[in-house]
């Protein structure tokens, strides 16, 4: 084998060491053939999310990864943070709570959380934001003592209203940088924030500070679906330059898992191997530099 294909296949290899797959990607799954599906396919990281966790049992979760060998490298989500009513608050704030007891549980230092939208009749989205940095700053403790680390992802501008008020890594930094970056973190999304032309400086900026505890991937396909949240691209089928921001946050010096979660009802109706394999096949096509 010659010198540079040698280095490419090391840098296949390496790459899909760190290939994680998103829970979303493959929901026709249960979570048994999930743990399974992945452990045939070599895949060793996968991202949970909660409701189907709750559902199998938290506990019983946890040993079916273990004992399939996985790691899980985060949960989703918790957050919801900007109700103004003080009986909603309290009851997210206890929701965010036990979000964070589900992740020490099945053994992920990371959980993933959007900060909701704009409460009924409101157009303040500084004080809706002010009300995300309370909530992280009373969770924080509970947080720590569980060893988790609060990761906030921001969302695409177009969720702003119903979903998450933080619409750029800048507005994500913002937030995190109030708190030690052992305790709040950032999650890089390309589905989210690949349209940002500042992404490069912010990406650099969490990535010196410490800041990136996730790296999500989905494409951007065109024209939207009328549910625009169930619109993920399978990788490469979009217009995100996906091998750029993987390249990106490494340089940035992140070495942690890589995550493919993409909400697609195209996906979900076929079977779940052969969606994995080709999520195998096209990350490494879309994320590896070719010399």
């Known amino acids: 084998m010659n010198g540079a294909r040698q280095d490419g296949q090391e840098q296949r290899?390496?790459?899909?060491?760190?290939?994680?797959?998103?829970?979303?990607?493959?929901?026709?799954?249960?979570?048994?053939?999930?743990?399974?599906?992945?452990?045939?396919?070599?895949?060793?990281?996968?991202?949970?999310?909660?409701?189907?966790?709750?559902?199998?049992?938290?506990a019983a979760a946890a040993r079916l990864v273990r004992d399939a060998g996985l790691t899980v490298t985060s949960l989703c989500r918790g957050g919801f943070f900007t109700a103004r009513d003080p009986k909603a608050r309290a009851?997210?704030?206890?929701?965010?709570?036990?979000?964070?007891?589900?992740?020490?549980?099945?053994?992920?230092?990371?959980?993933?959380?959007?900060?909701?939208?704009?409460?009924?009749?409101?157009?303040?989205?500084h004080a809706a934001r002010e009300r995300v940095a309370d909530a992280l700053g009373e969770l924080v403790p509970y947080a720590a003592g569980a060893g988790v680390r609060l990761a906030i992802e921001p969302l695409h501008p177009m969720y702003a209203a119903d979903r998450c008020v933080v619409s750029t890594l800048a507005q994500a930094l913002d937030l995190a940088e109030r708190f030690p970056a052992e305790r709040v973190g950032v999650v890089v999304d390309t589905y989210h924030l690949w349209w940002d032309d500042t992404i490069g400086a912010q990406i650099d900026r969490a990535g010196t500070a410490g800041r990136i505890a996730a790296f999500q991937l989905a494409d951007w396909?065109?024209?939207?679906?009328?549910?625009?949240l169930l619109g993920r691209g399978q990788l490469g089928d979009g217009s995100v330059d996906l091998r750029w921001f993987r390249e990106r946050v490494d340089a940035a010096g992140y070495r942690g898992p890589v995550e493919v979660e993409i909400f697609n009802p195209a996906l979900w109706e076929r079977p779940g191997a052969q969606v994995l394999a080709e999520v195998v096949e096209r990350f490494t096509t879309h994320l590896v530099h070719t010399r």
Not at 110 to 125: A, E, K, N
Request: contains cysteine; hydrophobic residues 45%.
């Open 221 to 228: 396909v065109t024209p939207l679906p009328a549910g625009v």
């Open 13 to 58: 290899d390496g790459l899909l060491a760190r290939l994680s797959l998103n829970q979303e990607t493959v929901k026709q799954w249960s979570l048994p053939e999930l743990a399974d599906g992945c452990a045939r396919a070599g895949v060793r990281g996968v991202g949970l999310w909660r409701a189907p966790v709750q559902e199998y049992g938290v």
């Open 91 to 125: 009851e997210a704030m206890a929701d965010n709570r036990a979000a964070i007891a589900e992740a020490a549980a099945l053994g992920t230092d990371t959980l993933v959380v959007v900060s909701g939208g704009l409460p009924p009749g409101s157009r303040d989205l």
